[in-house]
């Protein structure tokens, strides 16, 4: 009987040694879970106008608005704010994918004073240039519709003209024929080597784009949680 007790013993030490092993892993590991890691994003902004180029020959002489020629760009700025505890080693975009508006001139995404990427299916993903104010890193990506049309001018009913986005509306352009979602992984690894991920999905413009001239729309950051990848 005691020889059968001792076993007994062995045997639920045994299980309990395994059951604690494998409760610690589990809670030790921190792969895919929310809200870990050491980056935050306190603040998301879309920021949506357009540029109006005149391209008319310069030596003629224009006697009425009408003979304006245009060419005009939708554009676009994400501005995404990360707080940190810790350094970032490295920031990058991936899986990006925008899909096209109706009206489609030449899209591409950079940040200011970088290099430009054509929006293309082979853009899969780019790296990030850290720009960093006391322990938040600012991202700004530049998401614009280039020439979306060309050689335009307006009718002789009006008296001005309005350089920002605006200038749609004076030419019956929908918002609806402007408007694409662009959605990609912001993947940040820390100097300690963890990487940490979130997916973004955003929309743009938006309908105040085109009766003001301009919008800027504030994001639901709660949609943009950190998981940890490595």
């Known amino acids: 009987m005691d020889k059968v007790k001792g076993i007994s013993i062995i045997i639920i030490a045994i299980v309990s040694v395994i059951v604690t092993v494998l409760v610690a ?18 603040d998301v902004i879309v920021e949506s106008s357009a540029t109006v180029t005149e391209v008319q020959d310069q030596t003629i002489k224009i006697d009425k ?4 020629v245009f060419d005009i760009s939708q554009t676009n700025t994400i501005s995404i704010l990360v707080e940190s505890n810790v350094k970032a080693s490295e920031i990058k975009i ?40 006391d322990s938040k890193y600012i991202i700004r990506l530049l998401l614009d519709n280039d020439n979306v049309l060309t050689d335009k001018s307006i009718s002789d009913e009006y008296q001005e003209i309005r350089y920002d986005a605006y200038i749609f509306n004076m030419l019956d352009v929908r918002v609806s024929q402007l408007q694409f979602n662009v959605s990609f992984d ?45």
């Open 65 to 68: 608005l009408s003979g304006l």
């Open 94 to 133: 991936e899986n990006l994918v925008v899909t096209n508006p109706e009206l489609k001139g030449n899209m591409n995404i950079s940040q200011k004073d970088h290099h430009k990427y054509d929006i293309t299916p082979e853009l899969n993903s780019f790296p990030i240039y850290l720009e960093q104010e």
């Open 186 to 230: 912001l993947v940040i690894k820390d100097e300690t080597g963890k990487t940490v991920k979130t997916s973004m999905s955003l929309n743009m413009p938006t309908d105040e784009t085109l009766t003001t001239g301009m919008s800027i729309l504030r994001q639901d950051v709660s949609k943009f949680i950190f998981t940890v990848v490595d």
């Open 25 to 42: 892993n589990i809670l030790l590991d921190t792969t895919g879970k929310v809200n870990q890691g050491n980056f935050r994003i306190s």
